[in-house]
């Protein structure tokens, strides 16, 4: 009998380094290939291609019962120009695939593809193909992003060095804190007769988890102050996963500060409300797209003048591991709670 593992064992990142191990380019216009927020390609001149892609499928990523199809093409195209900012590049064209079943029509389609409009509009990027095809489980959305970046402006998730600033822009955990707000206002619906949501006070936790934005202000920002990110990646499945990969890759450890995570007013209410560790919410929440850096020891006085941008600690040897440091002074070890879609139910 043949060995069967299950995809669950190795999670997201596990499979792809899996499928991935041993891949050498055999191009030389391939610079950077699998392992970042996006792809290196290098083909004449100063400017780097940078390439990524995301799958959104229904059922797994987004739930149509509360999510307008305008914010749902939105937010798919914005996911994707937050990886390329997290390479401190911009985003310039992108590809939308689609897969659609019958139920939905061609002012479906429309509203759809309105929010992916708007997001181009606002980021100055470019629709310049796709596909799309007929789907018997749902919608599916595939987009991928092209952009670009000089050479020496790249970061990569593997540079962090001892003693670097460890920093995170915006606000944590309100997106997951909007996504079980929308969960339990949606079980309340099913289950009353002709209950309606109560959203009252809670608009930034839904924005947070509907209309997410790519921070391209903080790149911009961290030009026009002159500071180079040694490493960088966005928060898409949580803190403590994203600084797990950025240590492994740069092979450090970091120690981080409970007291030093910003929190929005709404997301700790929210959490009070759910009974939920407010922490926990934040480092393992996910969705935010808020971009995670470091940054030398010598720019702490520029990174601490910007305006939305924390610093939450800062990167050790690899033998002190990756530790959060609670109020109470006591250390916890970080582990990549963060959503995974390929674990079991």
Not at 263 to 283: G, H, K, P, R, S
Request: proline fraction near 3%; hydrophobic fraction near 35%; charge should be negative.
């Amino acid at each position: 009998m043949s060995k069967r593992t299950e995809i669950s064992s190795l999670g997201e990142f596990g499979l792809i380094d899996h499928l991935t191990e041993g891949l050498q380019p055999e191009n030389r216009s391939t610079c950077y290939g699998v392992g970042d927020d996006a792809a290196v390609l290098c083909y004449d001149g100063g400017v780097k291609t940078l390439v990524t892609t995301d799958l959104l499928l229904e059922g797994v990523h987004f739930d149509l019962v509360y999510t307008p199809l305008k914010h749902l093409g939105y937010k798919a195209a914005v996911v994707n120009f937050s990886d390329i900012y997290a390479m401190n590049g911009f985003p310039k064209q992108i590809t939308v695939s689609l897969g659609v079943s019958k139920r939905f029509s061609v002012e479906d389609m429309e509203e759809l593809y309105a929010g992916i409009r708007i997001a181009c509009e606002d980021h100055h990027v470019d629709i310049v193909g796709g596909d799309t095809t007929s789907s018997l489980t749902g919608l599916t959305i595939s987009i991928t992003c092209i952009g670009e970046a000089e050479a020496d402006r790249i970061v990569y998730r593997n540079g962090a060095c001892e003693t670097d600033l460890i920093c995170v822009s915006g606000d944590l955990g309100a997106a997951y804190m909007g996504l079980q707000l929308l969960e339990r206002e949606k079980l309340v619906f099913n289950n009353g007769e002709g209950a309606q949501p109560d959203f009252a006070g809670k608009e930034y936790l839904l924005e947070r988890q509907l209309r997410p934005e790519a921070r391209r202000d903080i790149v911009e920002r961290l030009r026009e102050m002159n500071v180079q990110p040694t490493a960088m990646m966005d928060i898409s499945d949580g803190l403590s996963s994203e600084l797990i990969h950025i240590c492994n890759q740069s092979k450090k450890g970091c120690r981080i500060y409970e007291d030093k995570i910003p929190i929005d007013y709404q997301t700790a209410v929210m959490a009070e409300e759910f009974n939920m560790n407010l922490t926990t919410c934040a480092m393992n929440g996910g969705e935010d797209y808020e971009l995670l850096f470091t940054v030398p020891l010598s720019d702490y006085d520029k990174v601490a003048e910007m305006e939305g941008v924390s610093i939450i600690g800062h990167v050790t040897d690899a033998g002190l591991g990756c530790v959060l440091i609670s109020r109470d002074g006591n250390e916890f070890e970080l582990k990549a709670q963060g959503w995974n879609p390929l674990k079991e139910d």
